[in-house]
């Protein structure tokens, strides 16, 4: 649906990006400055490429092999950036309609979906930052465009207002077919868009993939505390096979999971959320030693202490009562291996098992 292919210079920098989204929504994740927002100028035509290829529903916008390069006012974009500036002197309704190509009819549903009503006759300069977002966004949707972009759209809202207004603008771009390309540094919200996600680093594409894939399975412990993981243990690989790899977790606790894994030793990545209630086929059972509990909302927070490696678990406050949880106190819990994931080790953490 959505194809980049971009390379451009810049002092210090260099973008080399290349992915292909089969998706109505692609989320760009990754930490400051590693070429997500310039991806979304270049796509958009605010800034020029030296060499590559963009198209958007087999529409080409650019083409540096065939020579194509549509203007910015012919691509169609509908983008709102990081600083999603207002013209002053205009009232919110004329902001709206300032320029060529508003559906009055498609505009008078975002007013609605966006609950942006009782502002119209406002001026910018008296909109709080979360009004001054969702006028932006009514903004960027008006000319109902080819692709819609945005560059942390939804960072001056609140949870619940910014879950209800994703949702309404997703639902409402499916229907008329505008695929979304979107940036964020939150974990949260790249989960809660779904579609497909691309992990940039330094100017390049370090992982793609279905949203929920990259999340419990990130090509690098580099990539996965980025996506907010916590838990790593270092581990021998004993043996492994065409899609299964046998390990042993310090002490002595050897498990099978259904991974290829060809190194001799690896980080494995336990979710938060492993703790289980019930010996099953796919779990394990592993010694800790309870270090704290912290009570976070409804949920609590236990660290827990294996083969010197400390871990994080969350569980429902709800669930506490079936689990041992007394700080200081050696206890065995139930894992659940579903989401437990292999990744390499890198050269740098050198190693830690004989061979």
Request: hydrophobic share 40%; glycine share 8%.
């Amino acid at each position: 649906m959505v194809s980049v292919k971009a390379f451009k210079r810049l002092k210090g920098f260099f973008l080399n990006a290349e992915w292909n989204s089969p998706s109505a929504v692609t989320v760009l994740f990754g930490p400051s400055g590693s070429g997500k927002s310039l991806t979304l100028k270049a796509i958009s035509g605010l800034i020029p490429l030296e060499s590559g290829r963009i198209s958007v529903k087999d529409r080409l916008f650019f083409d540096s092999e065939k020579g194509v390069n549509l203007p910015p006012q012919k691509r169609k974009v509908g983008y709102l950036p990081q600083s999603h500036t207002l013209f002053p002197h205009l009232s919110v309704y004329r902001n709206l309609t300032y320029g060529k190509g508003v559906d009055r009819k498609w505009l008078e549903h975002l007013i609605k979906v966006t609950e942006t009503e009782k502002l119209l006759d406002k001026y910018p300069g008296s909109l709080s930052g979360g009004e001054r977002q969702r006028i932006a966004l009514v903004r960027a949707l008006a000319i109902k465009p080819q692709i819609l972009l945005l560059d942390e759209p939804f960072s001056s809202l609140h949870g619940f207002l910014k879950e209800r207004l994703f949702e309404e603008i997703k639902k409402m771009c499916l229907e008329h077919e505008i695929p979304i390309v979107m940036v964020t540094h939150d974990v949260k919200e790249l989960l809660h868009a779904g579609g497909y996600c691309i992990i940039y680093r330094n100017g390049q594409v370090e992982q793609e993939g279905q949203a929920n894939a990259v999340y419990f399975k990130p090509s690098s412990k580099e990539t996965a505390k980025l996506l907010g993981h916590k838990n790593f243990v270092r581990v021998k690989v004993l043996d492994s096979g065409e899609n299964w790899s046998k390990i042993l977790i310090p002490p002595n606790c050897e498990i099978t999971l259904p991974q290829r894994y060809s190194g001799k030793e690896a980080w494995l990545l336990i979710p938060s959320s492993a703790l289980a209630l019930k010996r099953e086929r796919e779990t394990a059972k592993l010694g800790f030693k309870i270090i704290k509990i912290n009570q976070t909302g409804e949920n609590l927070e236990i660290t827990a202490e294996l083969s010197n490696h400390k871990l994080t678990f969350v569980l429902p406050e709800s669930l506490g009562p079936n689990f041992i949880l007394e700080p200081l106190k050696k206890v065995d819990f139930l894992l659940s291996l579903k989401y437990f994931h292999l990744i390499p080790v890198e050269e740098e953490d050198g190693k830690a098992f004989e061979s």
